[in-house]
């Protein structure tokens, strides 16, 4: 039986000046699996996730989104496209609170629809909407252990920073979620909280995205992993085999076999 596919990337390329950053990049994630992006630094894998959502234009190939090729702005890639996304570095609005950084995002996508729109045209402006999205900005949030939702997002510490853009982009309801290093200056507790989302997201049919350097950490996540070098996808499968695999001897300790 083959199993649904959430997100496909079919042959991304990407070139900076004269540097190859993304070679013919080709890896599916599907429905409900939780897919990490491995590799050391510089081997493509946040270019990867900015051709993905639109942030980078590619100069080959495409990525598909349950059975649609994405296309357009971020937002729009966001919004229609179903992508939720956390940043390397946090991208909250300091002046707002957690609540109105989570609310932007709800809205956003309730907007997004046709039939939102009219209705939103018809009762007058934002007003109903942001009353429809309270509750669930609430639940989400409590779900990723975030219950003081009044606090200013500039008074967070870097950790808790990431768990309200996790929660943010769970709000979206996204299809595939990616995860750019995401537990970059987080404690235990935040850990804790992050990994057990993560179950339920599986558990609720999202594809997600798992980019890290901590390959030992992500193995212990994720259902699979896909490792990159120089750009290019150099292993696909399970994370155990990955661990054990000639090629991560090669591209982390540049020899066939580490042990000699
Ligand atoms: N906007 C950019 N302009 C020029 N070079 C870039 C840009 N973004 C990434 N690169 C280069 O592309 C390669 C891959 O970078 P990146 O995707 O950030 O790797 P990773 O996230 O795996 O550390 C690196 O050599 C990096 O210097
Ligand atoms: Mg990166």
Redesign the pocket.
């Known amino acids: 039986m083959s199993r649904p596919v959430a997100l496909e990337c079919e042959s991304l390329s990407k070139h900076y000046g004269g540097l190859l950053a993304v070679q013919d990049v080709s890896f599916r994630v599907y429905v409900g699996e939780t897919l990490g992006l491995v590799g050391p630094?510089?081997?493509g894998?946040?270019?990867v996730?900015d051709l993905i959502t639109g942030v980078q234009r590619a100069d080959r190939g495409r990525v598909v989104v349950d059975g649609r090729v994405l296309k357009g702005s971020p937002s729009h890639r966001a919004n229609a496209g179903g992508l939720g996304r956390t940043f390397?570095h946090p991208q909250l609005s300091p002046d707002l609170t957690v609540y109105e950084n989570m609310l932007v995002n709800v809205t956003a996508r309730q907007l997004h629809s046709p039939a939102g729109q009219i209705r939103s045209l018809l009762r007058g402006l934002l007003r109903p909407t942001y009353g429809q999205a309270e509750p669930e900005v609430r639940r989400v949030a409590a779900d990723v252990g975030v219950n003081d939702v009044g606090r200013l997002c500039s008074d967070l510490d870097l950790g808790s920073m990431r768990v309200v853009e996790f929660a943010r982009a769970l709000a979206q309801r996204p299809k595939v979620l990616l995860l750019?290093?995401p537990f970059v200056g987080s404690d235990a507790a935040t850990l804790e909280h992050v990994t057990a989302a993560l179950t339920r997201v599986r558990e609720a049919g999202c594809g997600v995205i798992l980019?890290d350097?901590n390959v030992d950490l992500v193995a212990s996540i994720v259902d699979r992993i896909v490792l990159m070098s120089g750009g290019r996808v150099v292993f696909d499968g399970d994370p155990a085999e990955c661990l054990a695999s000639d090629e991560m001897r090669r591209v982390y300790f540049g020899s066939r076999r580490a042990h000699t």
């Open positions: 630094n510089g081997a894998k946040s270019t996730i390397q750019d290093e980019v350097h």
